[in-house]
């Protein structure tokens, strides 16, 4: 049976001679598996719709075993990110993310619609890490995996004065008498939680965030936690967006 999806590109990986196979994210089916076929070749129309953060609307076609790319429209490269490496890596890294948490073939819209915004903000934002931070924030609840860091995940004490610790495996900030139980548990600074904090409330991305940096490397525990897997372009961006340290 076609059918007629709109699609962001999380993922491709090229097979046999010609073809790609990509991960698609869509509002219609969830995320999916489908084969471009040709999409390496010269002049394919399928090579630009392809390609990774590519926003398109697609039509598919399944067969018994796979589901393929029969058409495609672009509906947005999102150029800017390519032209800034920054915005590239950041947006590399969210599709990255959102691969790792999105179940696959459970229609959905949310994560979608949530990708799409989130790209639009790493391409136009005046601060690309505060972007990312909020992406993140919003991808981590709406996955059911949202950290506590304004007050103590365990206790519920209210957050400590610096440094503070973090236990992803405890959901979050834990304060100093609860952090000698959990062994995951890592130092941060009091700044860093309060922005991460303030940025989850946020109905929009803010357009700047001090120790956004910072911000960036406490997600990145967290994130290797809840998918339990490495994620190279996410530490890549992070190590890109953050530096030795935030002044």
Do not use: N
Request: hydrophobic share 45%.
């Amino acid at each position: 049976m076609d059918s007629g999806v709109h699609a962001i590109v999380l993922r491709r990986r090229d097979v046999g001679e010609s073809d790609r196979s990509l991960v698609l994210l869509t509002p219609e089916l969830g995320k999916i598996e489908a084969t471009a076929k040709g999409a390496r070749k010269h002049g394919s129309r399928l090579a630009a719709a392809s390609e990774p953060l590519a926003c398109l609307y697609a039509q598919l076609a399944r067969g018994k075993a796979r589901t393929f790319v029969t058409e495609v429209r672009l509906e947005a490269g999102f150029r800017a990110l390519r032209e800034d490496y920054d915005r590239l890596q950041a947006a590399l890294a969210l599709a990255e993310l959102t691969a790792s948490v999105t179940p696959p073939e459970q229609a959905d819209a949310e994560p979608y619609t949530l990708l799409r915004r989130s790209l639009e903000a790493l391409a136009t934002g005046p601060d690309v890490a505060a972007a990312l931070v909020w992406s993140e924030l919003q991808l981590l609840d709406l996955s059911g995996f949202a950290p506590v860091f304004g007050s103590c995940a365990l206790t519920g004490a209210p957050l400590s004065v610096s440094p503070v610790w973090v236990s992803p495996a405890a959901g979050g900030y834990v304060a100093a008498s609860a952090a000698p139980g959990c062994s995951d548990r890592f130092q941060t600074t009091r700044e860093a939680l309060i922005g991460l904090d303030r940025t989850a409330g946020l109905d929009d991305p803010p357009p700047r965030l001090k120790f956004a940096g910072e911000c960036l490397r406490v997600l990145h525990r967290v994130w290797l936690h809840v998918t339990d897997q490495r994620l190279p372009a996410h530490e890549s961006a992070v190590r890109s967006l953050s530096g030795p340290a935030d002044a």
